[in-house]
């Protein structure tokens, strides 16, 4: 499985941006699909996931801003990201999971400044 992710970039705090992941490859096999991040100096965490059957999951911290969503069709995930803070400058990385293993993307960077 191979993913690639893109969107991210600089913005305001406030402001919003929409990430997008595309997966190709052997993609029968994936089950959840989601987003991570990490900042500089800090671990990858857990952004929002979102299963092939039932409900998604989010971070505390993104709650009732970002919306992950999944595009069975075209084997995307997107990520809808609102009222952005400085906080959630990171470097966001694509996540698809099988029975055995998870893929990754590449990482695409996201930073909030004014």
């Known amino acids: 499985v191979q993913l690639q992710a893109s969107g991210g970039g600089l913005v305001q705090p406030g402001g919003s941006l929409r990430l997008s992941c595309a997966a190709s490859?052997?993609?029968?096999?994936?089950?959840?699909m989601g987003w991570y991040r990490q900042a500089p100096g800090k671990q990858r965490d857990l952004v929002a996931i979102?299963?092939?059957?039932?409900?998604?999951n989010y971070a505390e911290s993104v709650k009732g801003r970002f919306t992950i969503s999944r595009d069975f069709a075209k084997n995307s995930v997107f990520l809808q990201m609102n009222s952005l803070k400085p906080e959630d400058t990171a470097v966001y990385y694509c996540?698809?999971?099988?029975?055995?293993?998870?893929?990754w993307g590449q990482g695409t960077l996201v930073t909030v400044s004014s």
């Open positions: 490859g052997s993609i029968f096999s994936i089950g959840a």
């Open positions: 996540n698809a999971r099988s029975i055995t293993r998870h893929y």
């Open positions: 979102i299963p092939s059957g039932g409900s998604t």
